[in-house]
């Protein structure tokens, strides 16, 4: 074999392998990446479909209720304009509190309720996670603008309801 | 006061390191020995100066002088004492001067260990380390200041973090710290053969046991983070695929592929070049490692915004390292040659594909990381890459390049042929493939991937021993022929099968771990993989600084007692944090872990998880086995003697250049 010829070869194997390798990253990005959306998106209905997604906001005040069983949790997140129920089968992390922070993982079913199949509320006490903290800056925003543009009418009511 | 000595150590230790950053690299070239002695002084005054910093810092945390900002921050008067001393790098100022510390070691090290190098050589090392720690230094006097004060000083502090409050955290960063600066001797030995400009056998041969001992510290730091996820979280993942993990496994990955391309560069002087650039790679990965994590960036882009002078000092830092290194690389670099030929059945061409895997994964590693960093920062909107995509990647990188595992002992250097290699491992394949298809079968449960990782397994721990067999070869005493083989044979041997060992433990908790989360109330019993559990209920017990609910679960098997479990959920009396504290009974073949949820409101009852993880300990034993392999190949005798043969082998190696160029 010419040094030409194996020179070749290592290159175009190495090329080949390089190549490989992108496709499955590409693949693997496409088919695994969590969009993140905030529950006013969720109500205005821009939310993907039968697709895992994530939300974040609050876990509204006095909204947790436990089934009999123990484990099936229901709450709703908020970002202080809109707000969204979420059902939850399984054991909720140690920093989970009404009032606190929130993250969590799953599809939304029957139209209007969030079946997560994962719960996020990680660090410590007074941690925000960045979604929520996201959202919640969104929301404000929004209600400033409608505020403005309605002359200064009390914005929670014209968005909310 | 005593703030304050530490405050002036670090400004005088920031001097020193100017002072060791420049006279050595400009005595090295002027060749000028007095300028060039200079290197080992001003290191061990430079590490005296930084004890004494972080000695005066020590000091601020064991006698709760709540006057110093980050003590405040980091401790409390409640806290227990080893875990006050712990607290020193439970944030990102102390953390700094920690990995300032552990640079100041590694230099006075390499000053006291190198004493056959060639002065010019040690000259350069110390001082590229010099300016090293001259970029950490800045960075902390100028943003990060450990010793800045709080006026008036707080009445008490806000206390560590309860998730930090444990054995395996205290060990867990100075070990990994240890991995990260390592990887800066490696480095160093890097840019200083090429500002020399003299890149051969003998300098990978110098750099080598370097590295090794890197790359064992790192190994360790990963393992004791992954058990302290495992015992501390609470549910019982040992590997979650979270940035601040990714952020410790680049450096593992680079460093790995470097490990092997050093030994090619030692042994056949080839990929000289390639093994320059896995250097500069490790350490910058290491840099990025250590900034990702304490500058609080990964938890949000806008923590560069809250607070602009670190994170532009840290690009900047960044930017200068990698971008230097890169510069002199592409300048020097031509001079190098390319070294050694070899055919395209070799051993080095197995270990070049063994790099070209690993800096593959670490790349998708890096993409998955830092690929919602960039979306966020360049206004895409928020997203979260997770497990699934690495594993994904990371299955289809990772089988391959263990199968190779088991080829690159075999094969020859320089030439091998495939029919001698199918020869001997034709059977190592049939055999392999027969365990695969059948051991999952008996175990109850059979998956493609199951099946993949025995595979897997079973071929490196079989590979290894026909290569053994083939080594002590011969007639006579076992004992002797056993000692044919150098130790650096043996250390290879072993790690590799802590990969394997590795393997069992992640296959086997993957395809059979029991997990269930269930309500359980006084007198309940629940049945999890053949175990029985039982819950008695919870008491209150008291803590040093937390309260805690602890729950008794006795666990028996066909009616006999196998052992009791006390769970508990803690209370942190001074940041009223709840924090899970799961029990373990660990075992050869399975783990019984429990924890407590939260209890049912209104009745005795409590959500707990109960988990059998089959084989989980492997996962770190064979962590463990790797590490050991490191550290018996760097005890190898030909590193203990190159002081006298050094010379020799430098000549050895240019001859070898000659006969294959």
């Known amino acids: 074999m010419t040094p030409r010829k194996k020179r070749t070869i290592f290159i175009v194997g190495g090329l080949a392998l390089v190549g490989a390798a992108v496709g499955l990253v590409l693949f693997a990005l496409k088919n695994n990446v969590s969009l993140y959306f905030t529950p006013t998106q969720v109500y205005k209905k821009e939310v993907p479909e039968n697709r895992s997604f994530r939300i974040g906001g609050l876990v509204e005040k006095g909204s947790l209720e436990r089934d009999k069983d123990g484990l099936t949790v229901r709450f709703r997140i908020t970002d202080t304009?809109?707000?969204?129920?979420?059902?939850?089968?399984?054991?909720?992390?140690?920093?989970?509190?009404?009032?606190?922070?929130?993250?969590?993982?799953?599809?939304?079913?029957?139209?209007?309720?969030?079946?997560?199949?994962?719960?996020?509320?990680?660090?410590?006490?007074?941690?925000?996670?960045?979604?929520?903290?996201?959202?919640?800056?969104?929301?404000?925003?929004a209600k400033a603008e409608a505020a403005q543009s309605s002359n200064g009418a009390p914005a929670a009511y014209s968005v909310t309801k | 006061?005593?703030?304050?000595?530490?405050?002036?150590?670090?400004?005088?230790?920031?001097?020193?390191?100017?002072?060791?950053?420049?006279?050595?690299?400009?005595?090295?070239?002027?060749?000028?020995?007095?300028?060039?002695?200079?290197?080992?002084?001003?290191?061990?005054?430079?590490?005296?100066?930084?004890?004494?910093?972080?000695?005066?810092?020590?000091?601020?945390?064991?006698?709760?002088?709540?006057?110093?900002?980050?003590?405040?921050?980091?401790?409390?008067?409640?806290?227990?004492?080893?875990?006050?001393?712990?607290?020193?790098?439970?944030?990102?100022?102390?953390?700094?001067?920690?990995?300032?510390?552990?640079?100041?070691?590694?230099?006075?090290?390499?000053?006291?260990?190198?004493?056959?190098?060639?002065?010019?050589?040690?000259?350069?090392?110390?001082?590229?380390?010099?300016?090293?720690?001259?970029?950490?230094?800045?960075?902390?006097?100028?943003?990060?200041?450990?010793?800045?004060?709080?006026?008036?000083?707080?009445?008490?502090?806000?206390?560590?973090?309860?998730?930090?409050?444990?054995?395996?955290?205290?060990?867990?960063?100075?070990?990994?710290?240890?991995?990260?600066?390592?990887?800066?001797?490696?480095?160093?030995?890097?840019?200083?053969?090429?500002?020399?400009?003299?890149?051969?056998?003998?300098?990978?041969?110098?750099?080598?046991?370097?590295?090794?001992?890197?790359?064992?510290?790192?190994?360790?730091?990963?393992?004791?983070?992954?058990?302290?996820?495992?015992?501390?979280?609470?549910?019982?993942?040992?590997?979650?695929?979270?940035?601040?993990?990714?952020?410790?496994?680049?450096?593992?990955?680079?460093?790995?592929?470097?490990?092997?391309?050093?030994?090619?560069?030692?042994?056949?002087?080839?990929?000289?070049?390639?093994?320059?650039?896995?250097?500069?790679?490790?350490?910058?990965?290491?840099?990025?490692?250590?900034?990702?994590?304490?500058?609080?960036?990964?938890?949000?882009?806008?923590?560069?915004?809250?607070?602009?002078?670190?994170?532009?000092?840290?690009?900047?830092?960044?930017?200068?390292?990698?971008?230097?290194?890169?510069?002199?690389?592409?300048?020097?670099?031509?001079?190098i040659g390319l070294g050694g030929k070899f055919d395209l059945i070799s051993r080095e061409s197995m270990l070049l594909s063994n790099n070209v895997l690993l800096a593959v994964a670490c790349a998708s590693v890096f993409l998955g990381t830092l690929y919602p960093l960039f979306m966020d920062a360049l206004g895409f909107g928020k997203l979260s890459v997770g497990p699934p995509y690495f594993n994904t990647v990371f299955v289809p990188l990772m089988a391959p390049l263990v199968m190779m595992m088991g080829l690159g002992p075999i094969a020859r250097w320089k030439h091998a042929t495939l029919p001698d290699i199918w020869l001997r491992i034709r059977w190592a394949l049939v055999a392999s493939m027969v365990i695969a298809v059948l051991l999952p079968l008996v175990m109850g449960e059979w998956t493609p991937l199951i099946a993949l990782g025995i595979l897997l397994a079973a071929w490196?721990?079989?590979?290894?021993?026909?290569?053994?067999?083939?080594?002590?070869?011969?007639?006579?005493?076992?004992?002797?022929?056993?000692?044919?083989?150098?130790?650096?044979?043996?250390?290879?041997?072993?790690?590799?099968?802590?990969?394997?060992v590795f393997i069992i433990g992640v296959t086997m908790v993957k395809g059979y771990e029991t997990e269930r989360d269930v309500r359980m109330d006084v007198g309940d019993t629940v049945e999890a993989g053949g175990y029985q559990f039982r819950f008695d209920g919870v008491i209150d017990v008291p803590g040093p600084n937390y309260t805690a609910s602890q729950g008794r679960v006795v666990v028996s098997k066909n009616g006999k007692v196998v052992t009791q479990l006390f769970p508990e959920k803690r209370t942190y009396s001074v940041t009223g944090m709840p924090m899970t504290e799961a029990s373990i009974e660990p075992g050869f073949t399975r783990d019984l872990y429990v924890s407590l949820g939260e209890p049912i409101p209104g009745t005795t009852a409590w959500a707990v998880r109960v988990y059998i993880k089959p084989f989980v300990d492997w996962i770190w034993f064979g962590c463990l086995m790797m590490a050991i392999g490191g550290g018996l190949s760097i005890s190898d005798r030909r590193y203990r003697i190159h002081a006298r043969k050094a010379q020799t082998v430098a000549t050895g190696g240019e001859l070898l250049k000659e006969k294959t160029a």
């Open chain 2, 1 to 335: 006061m005593i703030p304050e000595i530490g405050n002036f150590a670090l400004i005088v230790a920031l001097f020193l390191s100017i002072l060791q950053g420049a006279l050595p690299i400009i005595g090295a070239a002027r060749n000028n020995s007095v300028l060039m002695g200079t290197a080992r002084p001003i290191a061990v005054a430079q590490f005296l100066i930084v004890t004494v910093a972080i000695v005066c810092l020590v000091h601020a945390f064991v006698s709760n002088d709540f006057s110093v900002l980050y003590v405040a921050q980091h401790s409390n008067s409640q806290l227990p004492i080893q875990y006050r001393v712990a607290a020193l790098w439970g944030g990102h100022e102390g953390s700094l001067l920690l990995w300032t510390f552990i640079l100041t070691i590694w230099t006075v090290a390499v000053a006291a260990f190198s004493r056959h190098l060639p002065q010019e050589m040690l000259s350069r090392v110390i001082g590229v380390m010099g300016l090293i720690s001259t970029g950490f230094l800045l960075f902390m006097l100028l943003t990060s200041n450990p010793f800045d004060r709080l006026l008036p000083a707080a009445m008490d502090g806000q206390d560590l973090n309860p998730l930090l409050q444990d054995p395996g955290l205290v060990a867990h960063p100075p070990m990994l710290y240890m991995g990260y600066v390592g990887f800066s001797v490696a480095f160093s030995f890097a840019l200083s053969a090429l500002l020399g400009g003299k890149l051969d056998s003998t300098w990978a041969r110098w750099s080598r046991p370097w590295t090794t001992v890197a790359w064992v510290f790192l190994t360790v730091g990963i393992a004791l983070g992954s058990m302290w996820a495992y015992y501390e979280l609470g549910w019982g993942g040992w590997w979650f695929w979270d940035p601040v993990e990714n952020a410790s496994f680049m450096p593992w990955l680079a460093g790995t592929a470097l490990i092997h391309s050093l030994a090619v560069t030692e042994k056949r002087a080839a990929f000289k070049s390639w093994t320059v650039l896995l250097a500069i790679a490790a350490f910058s990965l290491s840099l990025l490692g250590t900034f990702l994590v304490r500058s609080g960036v990964l938890t949000s882009v806008h923590a560069f915004a809250t607070d602009p002078k670190r994170g532009i000092f840290i690009l900047t830092f960044l930017v200068v390292v990698i971008g230097s290194s890169l510069l002199l690389f592409a300048w020097r670099a031509p001079k």
């Open chain 1, 81 to 141: 304009t809109n707000t969204m129920k979420v059902v939850y089968v399984g054991i909720l992390p140690d920093l989970f509190k009404e009032g606190k922070g929130v993250v969590a993982e799953g599809k939304l079913e029957d139209g209007n309720t969030f079946h997560a199949s994962e719960v996020l509320a990680k660090h410590d006490e007074n941690y925000m996670p960045p979604e929520a903290a996201d959202a919640i800056k969104k929301a404000k925003a």
């Open chain 2, 460 to 500: 490196v721990v079989i590979t290894t021993v026909l290569d053994l067999r083939k080594r002590i070869a011969g007639s006579g005493d076992l004992v002797q022929r056993l000692k044919t083989p150098s130790r650096s044979y043996y250390g290879m041997q072993l790690a590799h099968l802590g990969i394997a």
